[in-house]
């Protein structure tokens, strides 16, 4: 079984930064890609980044040279630095990482959501 715990969410003014967290747990026995989708209300969801092992990197065009993703492969966790944050950003966060198990099952698994809400 996979976990994927969030953190580092909050409120933040316009200009401000955050940095969110994502420490993934469990039968891992290697992590494929690590992403992170937001959702507003009302909103689909959309990607924000996405980090491969292979190297691959993407950012939605509305976050590029603002957000960037990173990988810590030994703690198995994904983080999203996010600077210049604007009130456009304000949504749900969400972690995903494609994982194959200690049982070589491949898989996608979703972590719970972390607020992120910036206002003046």
């Known amino acids: 079984q996979v976990q994927l715990v969030e953190s580092g969410g909050g409120l933040v003014q316009p200009g401000g930064s955050l940095r969110l967290s994502c420490a993934a747990s469990g039968s891992i026995f290697s992590i494929n890609a690590m992403a992170w989708h937001r959702q507003a209300p009302g909103k689909q969801r959309e990607l924000v980044a996405i980090k491969a092992s292979d190297g691959y990197t993407n950012y939605a065009d509305s976050v590029k040279g603002r957000f960037t993703i990173s990988r810590d492969n030994a703690k198995n966790t994904v983080y999203l630095q996010m600077n210049s944050l604007k009130p456009e950003d304000t949504a749900v966060y969400y972690c995903?990482?494609?994982?194959?198990?200690?049982?070589?099952?491949?898989?996608?698994?979703w972590g719970q959501g972390t607020q992120v809400t910036v206002s003046s």
């Open positions: 995903y990482a494609d994982i194959t198990t200690s049982r070589r099952v491949r898989s996608g698994h």
